[in-house]
């Protein structure tokens, strides 16, 4: 059993400079280890340094899942020491920031996966806390998975709850973990940071009549949403979900060719701006021991496409 | 954007009601929804009653002290925090311009910077971080609760003399940002937020009303500008705040003039408010009346932090 383990990231289109003359940092990390993945999303919008605090969180993921939210909790603070030492310098130079550190801390978001192989299959558990999605795809069946958290499709557009080192203590709500190992075979998982799950699982939405109308039932609550809704509708009719992650899958291969993706489908209006992180995991295909008949051409069918998605079913 | 929707026009519909907008304050197009950044930044004024009556006393935050202090401790917090706001990668970016404008020491209207920004009218939020006026330390309670001795910034000072010329403190608004609105035509809609204990000694209703309207009336691009008005007290009960419709106000000729005076707020500012208050969206008036401070607070607030939640990342 082996399995496909490939992530890249992407800083977001048009990066500003800022007055130092330094680009924006890229806030979004992920950490690929021999038997685990951790994806975190740093929020520039709460605190301070959040890619430092991103990556803090990311290159530390212990070799074993969070049981519950209080084992997260618990490693946040043990962040919180070695971060501080790197951070703390840094602050001391500008009053205003130093406040910030204080006032605000720093946050991020977490995506973590960990496989194993268990009685002859590769398994797979997974936690998650805020909107850095672990999403599970079966393309036989069209079936896409997300965490409880994601499922309401407007928590995308609301500010998400965020591990930060200067809290009391984090909410339970915003924590996610798979109830049992999950077996890999026939599944594609992704790790992705919030722009591009959006993407993925407003995209999904778009492909069933149900899933448009829930998307169209955000846009009086959320008029700056529009766009976005209405070129993935637009996109949907005419690209099969299928194809879409083959290309996906493909832009992997290397930073350029991800960072392409993902501008074109910003400038498409189907990704909104931000940074953009990805890790996909998959059971790679065992080899054809079979030959095929000299009459027969193989077929390659990496995204078996599944008949027309019946309805939109998100639960884990 | 090419045709949109297949299977239903309901949902065609919605989408295009969206994009084209109406309803739940949605006018001809999706408004409010300019990316703020540095070459696209939004611009905030303050107008501040500066009248004898602000010497009044009020208790805030637990300490009895006059409403120009209260005030002024509102507006130099808000400052500092828009100015956080703007701190990215250990700098501060330009996403803002300021102005704070006074009225009541002098019989018109005029700017409050002291120290380095004496006589500046427009402050950029990198100038702002740079030209402090009054750097105090005072313990603060940080984000796990703990006091921690920080410094606090503050760039005027507290005034209370003299009448009430609130015509000519909008007029000076209106000036100002329809100069900045040239230069800035793309810009996310400047908001105003004028602080006031009462009345207007400038002008009739009428003239003060008309004031509003043509401030209300400026533009960019992405909407108009947003004219929030906050009558502070102190005095505690009766404190009305973003209200829907007059019918919720006392029967009081001013209350009246103020609703009249302020924006319809945008869906993005409904929203806040609708949680804040834990109710359904509705389209709320950018008023409050007869507020206690930390009802100001919370008005300017919801006035600044949902403009610079616009800022790009």
Not at chain 1, 74 to 82: H, I, T
Not at chain 1, 88 to 98: C, G, I, Q, S
Not at chain 2, 49 to 73: C, E, P, V
Not at chain 2, 108 to 116: K, P, R
Request: net charge neutral; hydrophobic share 40%; proline share 7%.
């Amino acid at each position: 059993m082996r399995i496909f383990v490939k992530g890249q990231v992407s800083p977001k289109p048009h990066r500003e400079l800022l007055p130092s003359g330094r680009l924006s940092p890229t806030e979004d990390v992920i950490c690929l280890f021999p038997r685990r993945a951790a994806l975190s999303d740093g929020a520039g919008g709460t605190g301070v340094y959040a890619d430092l605090w991103a990556q803090q969180l990311a290159h530390t993921l212990p070799e074993h899942p969070f049981t519950d939210n209080e084992a997260l909790w618990q490693y946040v603070q043990r962040q919180e020491a070695p971060f501080l030492q790197k951070v703390e310098p840094l602050a001391a130079t500008h009053a205003l920031t130093n406040y910030k550190l204080w006032i605000e801390g720093s946050s991020a978001t977490l995506a973590a996966l960990w496989w194993r192989p268990l009685s002859g299959r590769m398994v797979a558990e997974w936690v998650s806390y805020g909107d850095s999605a672990v999403m599970i795809y079966e393309p036989r069946l069209h079936r896409l998975h997300l965490q409880p958290y994601l499922q309401p499709p407007d928590q995308f557009l609301r500010n998400p709850h965020l591990l930060n080192w200067n809290g009391t203590g984090l909410p339970p709500s915003a924590f996610c973990r798979s109830e049992k190992p999950l077996p890999l075979d026939g599944k594609i998982v992704w790790l992705a940071s919030d722009a591009l799950a959006q993407h993925l699982y407003w995209l999904y939405l778009s492909t069933t009549p149900p899933g448009q109308a829930l998307l169209s039932s955000l846009l009086p609550r959320y008029p700056e949403a529009a766009p976005l809704v209405a070129a993935l509708l637009t996109y949907s009719k005419h690209h099969r979900f299928d194809q879409h992650l083959a290309q996906l899958k493909i832009a992997l291969q290397s930073p350029e060719t991800f960072q392409r993706f993902c501008h074109q489908l910003h400038q498409q209006e189907l990704l909104r701006r931000d940074d953009y992180a990805l890790v996909w995991v998959e059971q790679a295909k065992t080899q054809q021991t079979k030959k095929p008949k000299a009459n027969q051409k193989a077929k390659s069918k990496p995204f078996p496409h599944a008949a027309h998605p019946r309805r939109v079913q998100t639960g884990l | 954007m090419s045709q949109i929707l297949p299977t239903n026009p309901a949902i065609g519909q919605a989408v295009s009601q969206a994009l084209g907008g109406t309803g739940l304050g949605l006018s001809a197009k999706a408004q409010y929804i300019a990316e703020i950044s540095r070459m696209n930044p939004t611009a905030f004024v303050f107008l501040i009653d500066q009248s004898g009556s602000m010497g009044n006393s009020l208790q805030f935050n637990g300490k009895a002290m006059t409403r120009a202090q209260a005030a002024a401790i509102v507006v130099n917090d808000t400052l500092m925090n828009m100015t956080m706001e703007c701190i990215k990668a250990g700098e501060v970016r330009h996403y803002f311009d300021v102005a704070v404008i006074g009225y009541g020491q002098q019989p018109t209207a005029g700017f409050v910077w002291e120290g380095q920004l004496q006589g500046c009218q427009w402050v950029s939020s990198t100038k702002l971080d740079q030209n402090v006026a009054f750097k105090l330390t005072k313990p603060v309670l940080t984000g796990r609760g703990e006091l921690r001795e920080l410094p606090i910034s503050a760039w005027f000072s507290p005034i209370h003399a003299g009448h009430t010329p609130m015509k000519s403190a909008l007029q000076m608004a209106t000036d100002l940002l329809r100069e900045w609105i040239a230069r800035h035509p793309g810009a996310y809609p400047p908001s105003v937020i004028n602080i006031t204990d009462g009345e207007a000694t400038d002008a009739t209703h009428d003239k003060l009303l008309d004031a509003a309207l043509q401030l209300r009336n400026l533009h960019t691009t992405d909407g108009k500008v947003l004219l929030f008005n906050c009558h502070v007290s102190g005095a505690g009960g009766g404190s009305i705040a973003f209200p829907v419709q007059k019918q919720q106000l006392p029967d009081n000729h001013y209350a009246h003039l103020l609703f009249d005076m302020s924006s319809d707020l945008p869906v993005q500012y409904n929203r806040q408010i609708a949680e804040w208050r834990n109710e359904d969206l509705q389209t709320y008036t950018a008023m409050m009346f007869n507020a206690e401070m930390k009802d100001l607070f919370k008005l300017v607030d919801i006035g600044t932090r949902t403009a610079l939640s616009q800022a790009a990342n």
